[in-house]
T-cell receptor, first 113, second 114 residues
Framework: LAKTTQPISMDSYEGQEVNITCSHN???????ITWYQQFPSQGPRFIIQ???TKVTNEVASLFIPADRKSSTLSLPRVSLSDTAVYYC??????????????FGQGTTLQVKP | NAGVTQTPKFQVLKTGQSMTLQCAQD?????MYWYRQDPGMGLRLIYY???????DKGEVPNGYNVSRLNKREFSLRLESAAPSQTSVYFC?????????????FGPGTRLTVT
């Protein structure tokens, strides 16, 4: 399983764009990159998933360079409610590999007014 | 559509007691999972079930057993609770959904073992 490295914590201010980078040097060919968000006292919530290039949804964008050894989650114009822990996961969740996803410590994002 | 539900929400056990955590999902997902999360830590996978009738060990299976009762339900049993099992337990389910393999999580069970 590919190990991921991401910053332990980040601070931002309301209205700013936040970029959280995750390193995954040993990513395998079949691995996808997935990001989850977790608020205190709640279970994680899926944000976005990608394999290569750029993926965008109503919540965030995910940028993946050609070598796929890193990825960047971009949150546009954050608000106080975006204060949470963000987890980067790398793994192949398809078929018989379902479940083999490892959550690290994540990045605690603190958004200030 | 309730998503993933877990019971109980809170539980206090004495060392050596047993209990079963219940989990159910109404999204017709094939795969289900049990995680534990210790304070300030990420989630660690205990057991998972890729499909009805199959279960596999995750990172930290010792001290736990699971049962995939049917497609909807996946229970986690602690046969002889220990203080080291004090944690928040999350159940999740997943299936291919449009363009992504995302896991949906329940609200968690907060377990304290004294």
């Amino acid at each position: 399983l590919a190990k991921t490295t991401q910053p332990i914590s980040m601070d931002s201010y309301e209205g700013q764009e936040v970029n959280i980078t995750c390193s995954h040097n040993n990513i395998a060919t079949n691995d996808y990159i997935t990001w989850y968000q977790q608020f205190p006292s709640q279970g994680p919530r899926f944000i976005i998933q990608g394999y290569k290039t750029k993926v965008t949804n109503e919540v965030a964008s995910l940028f993946i360079p050609a070598d796929r050894k890193s990825s960047t989650l971009s949150l546009p114009r954050v608000s106080l409610s975006d204060t949470a822990v963000y987890y980067c996961l790398v793994g192949d969740s398809r078929g018989s590999n379902t479940g083999k996803l490892i959550f690290g410590q994540g990045t605690t994002l603190q958004v200030k007014p | 559509n309730a998503g993933v539900t877990q019971t109980p929400k809170f539980q206090v056990l004495k060392t050596g007691q047993s209990m079963t955590l219940q989990c159910a999902q109404d999204m017709n997902h094939n795969s289900m999972y049990w995680y534990r999360q210790d304070p300030g830590m990420g989630l660690r996978l205990i057991y998972y079930s890729a499909s009805e009738g199959t279960t596999d060990k995750g990172e930290v299976p010792n001290g736990y057993n699971v049962s995939r009762l049917n497609k909807r339900e996946f229970s986690l049993r602690l046969e002889s609770a220990a203080p080291s099992q004090t944690s928040v337990y999350f159940c999740a389910s997943s299936d291919y959904s449009g363009s992504a393999y995302e896991q949906y999580f329940g609200p968690g069970t907060r377990l304290t073992v004294t």
